[in-house]
């Protein structure tokens, strides 16, 4: 629940959630229109067991030695822009976090376990779903075959341990929109992401107000902006420390070439 005080009420606005079987009708669209972003419930069980199984093995896999993590590097992401952006696979990022990253459509996975894969074939099948029912063009199907994916997950362990960032009021990743479609990241354990929403004009903490490992949340990036004429908001969102409780999350991003043509560097 939202509550929002103005000159002479308290407004109380509910957090935007509907369930997974809705997300793609018309009162989904309407609130990505008015927040950028919704909780999405009522994954059904194997959803959610995915989502668990993908919690686990993130675990076991960042519990690794630095060396053996170190060894997991693999080839240069270039991005939808054309830009060389970063190596997938492991990277320390000092005092913030540790990342693994993974090009969706040349993974490196993070281990022997399916869990992150299978996490991500249910996440991209949201996602299209919901870009479909956002933006809908007549695409044909050959067009679609050859439309190439660029999208990007990545699995975080934040440790939360040292002063990093609380002179800025906890600041691990300052406000910003991503260049993606649609987001879609299941609700992590501790709390440390914010949305903002629009509609409210306040920053909302995902994981308070909503279910870890029963729920997600969904949010558009700057693509889904442009290509529905601005009428969904990119979200905007940040990375607090508001513990010393270590924290790990997963985002998937969805990008697909098509809609970043205008972006492009170089012709195909
Ligand atoms: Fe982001």
Redesign the pocket.
């Known amino acids: 629940m939202i509550i929002k005080k103005t000159a002479r009420f308290y407004v109380i606005e509910a957090v935007p959630r509907l369930a997974l079987r809705d997300v793609t009708g018309p009162a989904g669209l309407a609130l990505l229109r008015r927040h950028g972003f919704l909780i999405v419930t009522s994954l059904g069980s194997e959803f959610e067991r995915r989502l668990e199984a993908l919690r686990l093995s993130m675990l076991e896999w960042f519990r690794q030695s630095s060396e053996t993590k170190e060894d997991r590097v693999g080839g240069v992401y270039v991005s939808e822009r054309g830009v060389p952006m970063f190596r997938v696979g492991y990277e320390a990022q000092a005092r913030i976090r540790e990342c693994f990253r993974i090009a969706v459509a040349k993974p490196l996975w993070p281990g022997e376990s399916r869990a992150a894969r299978d996490a991500i074939v249910l996440f991209r099948k949201l996602a299209d779903r919901v870009l479909a029912a956002a933006v809908p063009r007549p695409r044909r199907a050959e067009e679609e075959e050859v439309d190439e994916d660029f999208s990007v997950a990545y699995a975080f362990y934040y440790p939360n341990t040292d002063a990093y960032g609380l002179d800025n009021n906890g600041t691990l990743?300052g406000p910003?929109?991503?260049p993606s479609l649609v987001?879609v990241a299941p609700v992590a354990d501790v709390p440390g992401l914010y949305v903002f929403d629009p509609a409210t004009q306040s920053w909302l903490s995902v994981e308070i107000a909503a279910r870890p490992r029963r729920e997600l949340v969904l949010f558009s990036g700057k693509a889904l902006e442009t290509a529905s004429r601005g009428a969904i908001p990119a979200c905007v969102?940040k990375v607090l420390k508001t513990s010393k409780t270590p924290r790990l999350s997963f985002?998937f991003e969805q990008k697909y070439a098509s809609f970043y043509s205008h972006l492009r560097h170089f012709g195909d």
Do not use: F
Request: proline letters at 0%.
């Open positions: 990743v910003h929109a991503d987001v969102h985002v």
